[in-house]
């Protein structure tokens, strides 16, 4: 098969298109002809080395972690799919054109969403729905800040706290203030915005997706007895404030989740925007793209119709 392979740490550059041996499926796995993928803070944290403490890569390796596409065989144990079945979900090694999959992070594809566009969903709708669900556990009624909000991760950690009945500010780069219709936020505040900033009131949670200075700032607006919930590492200010409880959160693949998601974006409930399709060929390009700032998911696709 041909992938895209990694034979060391580094920029774009190392993201290099050739032949690859075709995977290999175990028991309880199936494996996918991928048609797309899609790109990933993650996967640049992989491909430069900044995530080799907890995630590294294993020379010549291969980056990735949303799949769509088609199964072309199944493994002994699995009765749940079938060959030619259309799904998606969460894998490794996804920049290829096949892959092994777990049966289990898998999802057949609903009526009414592309196969290939079903590649922009996986990692991103599951982590904002557990920051909030096994994050956060916000209730309604309660008032929690979605930091990062416009990104996919942020507007489905909206959709799904608004789904608990909360009280969702969404916190945005003031440049991201036209998209806030999309979000069905109850408020919108500019996290650029030192003056706004200040006049927080007092938050039950914040579901956090970014870092540096905006983090330490939103810790300091949850109030005792109230929840820090993060995808990223806590901020260095954490321990100043004892009394509020932080949660890392990691994914976990749920299809059903996956799933309940999807239908939200069929519905025109959660928007997660596609700004860019790739030839899985050029994933050099979509990383460099998604390093600036693309301003929406870039999918590499990796059947023949952008090749």
């Given at each position: 098969?041909?992938?895209?392979?990694?034979?060391?740490?580094?920029?774009?550059?190392?993201?290099?298109?050739?032949?690859?041996p075709?995977?290999?499926?175990?028991?309880?796995?199936?494996?996918?002809r991928?048609?797309?993928?899609?790109?990933?803070?993650?996967?640049?944290?992989?491909?430069?080395g900044?995530?080799?403490?907890?995630?590294?890569?294993q020379?010549?390796?291969?980056?990735?972690?949303?799949?769509?596409?088609?199964?072309?065989?199944v493994?002994?144990d699995?009765?749940n799919?079938?060959?030619?079945d259309?799904?998606?979900?969460?894998a490794?090694?996804?920049?290829?054109?096949?892959c092994?999959?777990?049966?289990?992070?898998?999802?057949?594809?609903p009526?009414?969403?592309?196969l290939?566009?079903?590649?922009?969903?996986p990692?991103?709708?599951?982590?904002g729905?557990?920051?909030?669900?096994?994050?956060?556990?916000?209730?309604?009624?309660?008032?929690?800040?979605?930091?990062g909000?416009?990104?996919?991760?942020?507007?489905?950690?909206?959709?799904?706290?608004?789904?608990?009945?909360?009280?969702?500010?969404?916190?945005?780069?003031?440049?991201?203030?036209?998209?806030?219709?999309?979000?069905?936020?109850?408020?919108?505040?500019?996290?650029?915005?030192?003056d706004a900033?200040?006049?927080?009131?007092?938050?039950?949670?914040?579901?956090?997706?970014?870092?540096g200075?905006?983090?330490?700032?939103l810790?300091?607006?949850v109030?005792?007895?109230?929840?820090?919930a993060?995808?990223?590492?806590?901020?260095?200010?954490?321990?100043?404030?004892?009394?509020v409880k932080?949660?890392?959160?990691?994914?976990?693949?749920?299809?059903?989740?996956?799933?309940?998601?999807?239908?939200?974006?069929i519905?025109?409930d959660?928007?997660i925007?596609?700004?860019?399709?790739?030839?899985?060929?050029?994933?050099?390009?979509g990383h460099?793209?998604?390093?600036?700032?693309?301003?929406?998911?870039?999918?590499?696709?990796a059947?023949?119709?952008?090749?």
């Amino acid at each position: 098969m041909k992938a895209v392979v990694i034979h060391g740490y580094g920029g774009p550059e190392v993201l290099k298109f050739e032949e690859a041996p075709d995977p290999v499926i175990g028991a309880d796995e199936v494996l996918v002809r991928v048609t797309a993928t899609s790109i990933n803070p993650l996967d640049l944290a992989r491909r430069s080395g900044a995530a080799q403490g907890f995630f590294p890569v294993q020379f010549p390796g291969i980056v990735g972690v949303d799949v769509s596409g088609t199964v072309l065989a199944v493994g002994a144990d699995v009765d749940n799919f079938s060959v030619g079945d259309r799904v998606f979900g969460m894998a490794h090694a996804t920049y290829a054109e096949l892959c092994a999959a777990k049966a289990g992070n898998l999802a057949k594809v609903p009526d009414g969403i592309a196969l290939e566009e079903a590649a922009a969903l996986p990692l991103v709708t599951m982590t904002g729905n557990q920051l909030i669900s096994v994050g956060t556990r916000t209730e309604a009624g309660q008032t929690v800040l979605v930091s990062g909000a416009a990104g996919g991760v942020g507007r489905s950690a909206v959709f799904t706290a608004k789904g608990r009945g909360a009280v969702v500010i969404a916190g945005i780069l003031k440049k991201h203030f036209s998209q806030a219709d999309e979000l069905h936020a109850d408020q919108m505040i500019a996290t650029d915005d030192d003056d706004a900033m200040a006049n927080l009131p007092p938050l039950d949670a914040v579901a956090n997706a970014v870092a540096g200075k905006t983090a330490s700032q939103l810790i300091a607006k949850v109030k005792t007895g109230g929840v820090f919930a993060t995808v990223l590492t806590p901020p260095p200010n954490a321990a100043d404030f004892p009394g509020v409880k932080v949660v890392p959160v990691r994914v976990r693949p749920d299809p059903a989740v996956l799933l309940s998601m999807a239908q939200a974006v069929i519905k025109g409930d959660l928007i997660i925007p596609i700004s860019r399709k790739l030839p899985l060929k050029d994933a050099a390009e979509g990383h460099a793209a998604a390093a600036k700032g693309s301003g929406g998911k870039i999918l590499l696709v990796a059947d023949n119709s952008l090749q």
